[in-house]
């Protein structure tokens, strides 16, 4: 009986803290590749920090969002930031948001300054685990508004400074994506270092040159094409989440007019020499895509 009563106690006591939910984010799905933890290290140190937070400011952690590699500048790609939202619109049940840092939240200050009117609208908190931000004053809410801006400013230097990075790599011959069918992204020695580069794949290069010579006959539709290249054996590459399996009529449409298998590289709508070997040349390049104009635009459309 005494045991009943102090669990009742402890339970009453829990029911009347304030509530709060954590907001965990890595901007992209490498950040979760860093360790043998399936959550890398950044999601877990975001957590312990938060959890501290929550212990200092004597609230119940009463659930958890994590944004495993998305955007940070807009919502409209981030399902599960949508979804955090509308569970606090419609339960109304929770004081406090707790992320990391301001950055976690939202790097696009316009977006973050609505997210904070709305949230104020119902009466819940953002609270940084790592940024003395206290929106309660009028110093915390200008630093609040600081902090959005200069985080809208990084996301868009780093953004804009990816960019330049990947125009010069492609325009000296490099890869800026991942290997299509046929080919492999690996890491190679060069004078003492490992960089990264493209190399044919053995086992499905002959196969996709297959399938640009059974179209070029013109006597293949895609699905007959599809079935004649499963059937020799043309798979994807497994991932870490799936394994090899038949090549799409979709993927498959678009690897014949893709002109990476004659040695060429595009970014930014120009197209620049590859480093990389061609597959294919450009005569046959050429009589598949006269084949496609004729059956292959009418199909793709169909099955889009």
């Known amino acids: 009986m005494v045991m009943n009563r102090t669990r009742a106690k402890k339970k009453a006591a829990q029911s009347s803290l304030n509530k709060a ?52 500048t807009a919502i409209a790609k981030r399902p599960i930031f949508r979804k955090m939202m509308d569970r606090i619109r419609t339960e109304r049940d929770v004081d406090y948001i707790i992320t990391y840092s301001t950055s976690r939240m939202n790097r696009n200050w316009k977006e973050n300054g609505a997210v904070l009117l709305e949230l104020a609208e119902l009466g819940v908190r953002m609270i940084s685990a790592t940024e003395n931000v206290n929106s309660d004053t009028a110093e915390g809410e200008l630093l609040q508004g600081i902090y959005a801006v200069i985080n809208g400013f990084r996301s868009r230097q780093d953004g804009e400074d990816i960019q330049r990075k990947m125009t010069y790599k492609a325009s000296k011959g490099g890869t800026v994506h991942r290997a299509p069918l046929g080919y492999l992204n690996i ?61 799409s009529i979709y993927r498959l449409g678009t690897m014949l007019q893709d002109r990476y298998y004659l040695g060429y590289v595009e970014w930014g709508g120009v197209e620049y020499d590859g480093k990389h070997e061609a597959i294919i040349d450009q005569e046959l390049f050429d009589r ?17």
């Open 21 to 72: 939910i954590l907001l965990l984010r890595v901007s992209t799905p490498r950040q979760m590749q860093t360790d043998d933890d399936p959550e890398g290290i950044s999601l877990p140190t975001q957590r312990e920090a938060c959890q501290r937070k929550a212990k200092e400011l004597g609230v119940a952690i009463v659930d958890e969002y994590i944004e495993p590699g998305n955007t940070g």
């Open 187 to 247: 890491k190679k020695r060069v004078d003492g270092h490992l960089v990264s580069a493209i190399e044919i794949d053995s086992k499905r290069a002959h196969l996709v040159k297959l399938a640009f010579e059974l179209y070029a006959t013109g006597r293949y539709s895609y699905r007959a094409l599809q079935e004649k290249l499963t059937e020799a054996g043309l798979r994807t590459r497994a991932t870490g989440r799936y394994g090899e399996k038949p090549v």
């Open 288 to 304: 598949d895509h006269q084949v496609h104009l004729v059956k292959g635009l009418p199909f793709l459309a169909k099955h889009l």
